[in-house]
């Protein structure tokens, strides 16, 4: 658990546990939570999750395309909105259509408070087509839809429609997504792929984090440290850039 997490969950035992049960505060609760937080590391955690890679994504937004499975087609475009925010599942999934604001430029995402505590985030899914899908085009025609007021814009499948009235549940969402991603996609899939395709692109961790809203820096190094180490493009390509630059040295020196 990172110090982030530590401080949101003292605050909110210590403001609802008397509530429901006999324990009281201990005058030293906040000396406590200090001291937990400073020995609290986010190193090496990254939730487990095994992150979507770009062939990966490609395949089932292709396959996506070959059907009319309402359930893979809405699967695939809640992933791609993950993936392409660099945002949380828990976030994506909480999006109404009230949130969902339709501009000239795409769909724009309002996230009243992220995990870390950022407030009146806002995030542009455009109308741009790429990997063979115009991802904002999609967006804003599920938050187009008759959905009731304050409902969440995902939808319930049911008789192989999507049900405008009914929302879908996380456990029905999520056998969905791994139906059109595999079996060990979760929420987070996304967004640790995202992360990584972003690093081994160049972008520089400054223009990632606020992207991807963290708190701290340091979070990203589990995600860049499994990218480097393992994706099969930047390897090929670190390995000719090596030997090239060895053969060029020792041609100089000839």
């Known amino acids: 658990m990172g110090p982030e997490s530590i401080g949101r969950t003292s605050h909110w ?28 590391t986010t190193a090496n955690l990254t939730g487990g999750a095994i992150p979507i890679t770009r062939p990966a994504m490609a395949d089932a937004v292709g396959r996506r395309m070959d059907t009319r499975d309402p359930a893979r087609w809405q699967a695939v475009l809640f992933g791609m909105v993950c993936y392409l925010t660099v945002s949380r599942g828990a976030e994506v999934f909480s999006l109404t259509k009230e949130r969902c604001k339709i501009t000239s ?3 724009v995402l309002h996230l009243p408070r992220t995990k870390t505590d950022t407030v009146g985030v806002k995030k542009l ?8 899908t115009n991802v904002g085009n999609d967006l804003k025609y599920l938050a187009s839809l008759p959905i009731p007021a304050g409902q969440r814009i995902w939808r319930e499948v049911r008789h192989g429609k999507l049900a405008f009235k009914r929302e879908i549940s996380q456990s029905q969402l999520r056998r969905h997504l791994q139906d059109a991603f595999g079996e060990d996609t979760t929420w987070h899939s996304f967004r640790k792929g995202a992360t990584s395709a972003l690093v081994l ?3 520089p961790a400054e223009a990632i984090v606020p992207l991807g809203t963290w708190a701290n820096p340091n979070s990203l190094r589990p995600y860049i440290a499994n990218a480097v180490r393992t994706d099969a493009r930047f390897a090929s390509q670190r390995a000719e850039r090596m030997l090239r630059g060895e053969a060029t040295t020792q041609e100089k020196m000839l």
């Open 125 to 132: 899914v455009p109308f741009s087509k790429a990997g063979g």
């Open 105 to 107: 430029e795409g769909v």
């Open 201 to 203: 692109d160049g972008v």
């Open 13 to 40: 035992i210590q403001k609802l546990a008397p509530s429901y049960s006999a324990w009281t505060v201990p005058p030293t609760a906040d000396r406590i939570t200090r001291r937990a937080k400073k020995e609290a």
